[in-house]
């Protein structure tokens, strides 16, 4: 599982969260805490910064909301980001700097790193995307299983119990998604990894890869 391990996925300069991943293993671990790290480092952003919007919402001055978008706290909405017309933050939502969540695409207890982009009709649930990690129109994380049960992660001949019911996707730096292709609950993606359009992704896909199928899964040259 060292493909999983957070060092090998993120470069943690690129999110105002790094704290909330100090002594974790693996990046799900994270997801249960994200609400309460909004909560605890909200009232503390620089207020010539930041503005408090509502309950447990802090949107940095020079971010650029629709007037359109959704957005319920816990939240943090970080300098540079945009929030695209009908955007829909559900809550437990950190949208890094520079980060793009476009029009009609659903947030919920997610971290985006800076500049990652989700920018048309995506839904990211219960994942954590890299910096200038991107999905394509219509690419989905799926959180939960079809029987309900607790995610579990695999890679290869190894597979480890997360004790969580719902998982979307990790996404590793500058990882690429192809439109309308489905992240299944669980999937890690190494960093600099491309996802062919249209896939059914599940597992630890490596880092600088191409992802054409389950099947075919070749280095990057």
């Known amino acids: 599982m060292e493909q999983c391990l957070i060092e ?35 009232p503390t952003l620089d207020k ?45 939502a950190i949208v890094g700097e520079g980060a793009t969540v476009g029009n009609s695409t659903e ?44 995610v579990v992660v695999k890679d290869k001949d190894h597979s480890y119990e997360t004790g969580l019911r719902k998982i979307g996707a990790m996404l590793g730096d500058h990882v690429e998604v192809g439109c309308n292709s489905v992240l299944n609950p669980g999937t890690v993606v190494g960093r600099y990894t491309n996802i062919y359009p249209l896939s059914s992704v599940r597992g630890v896909v490596p880092e600088y890869s191409i992802y054409k199928s389950s099947e075919v899964i070749v280095k990057k040259k």
């Open 107 to 150: 947030l919920k207890n997610v971290i985006l790193f800076r500049d990652c982009e989700v920018p048309h009709y995506n839904y990211v649930g219960d994942s954590i995307l890299g910096i200038k990690a991107h999905l394509g129109a219509g690419a989905i994380t799926s959180n939960v299983k079809a029987d309900r049960k607790n």
């Open 48 to 92: 010539e910064i930041y503005e408090q919007k509502g309950e447990n919402i802090w949107i940095a001055k020079s971010a650029s909301v629709a007037s359109s978008a959704s957005i319920t706290g816990p939240c943090i909405i970080c300098e540079g980001a945009t929030l695209r017309q009908c955007a829909f933050v559900r809550g437990n």
């Open 8 to 42: 090998n996925l993120y470069d943690m300069s690129g999110t105002i969260a790094a704290d909330i991943f100090k002594g974790l293993k693996y990046p799900w671990e994270a997801l249960p805490l994200i609400g309460d790290f909004i909560k605890k480092i909200g």
